[in-house]
């Protein structure tokens, strides 16, 4: 039947939503890299200042549990682009 329409409608592609928790999982590794970076550029503001340099190891090590509160908003912010995006 060539040049018909199906009678039934698909539905978008973003009709289930990501939950946020996803986003926070799927966004941990950029954010913690992001923790990462900024803390050893503090650390090289800091130095300035007269205080110990903050080693990029010691800065990596010290993301993986900063990280985990820093994703949250992160992944919200995402969320609601998605959300823009929709509408």
Excluded: C
């Amino acid at each position: 039947m060539s040049g018909t329409r199906s009678p039934s409608q698909k539905a978008p592609a973003t009709e289930d939503k990501w939950p946020v928790w996803k986003l926070a999982i799927l966004l941990y590794p950029a954010t913690m890299l992001a923790v990462a970076i900024n803390l050893f550029l503090v650390g090289l503001l800091a130095h300035g200042l007269g205080f110990a340099v903050i080693a990029p190891v010691t800065a990596i090590l010290w993301s993986v549990p900063l990280g985990i509160p820093a994703v949250w908003p992160v992944a919200r912010w995402v969320r609601g682009l998605m959300d823009e995006a929709d509408s």
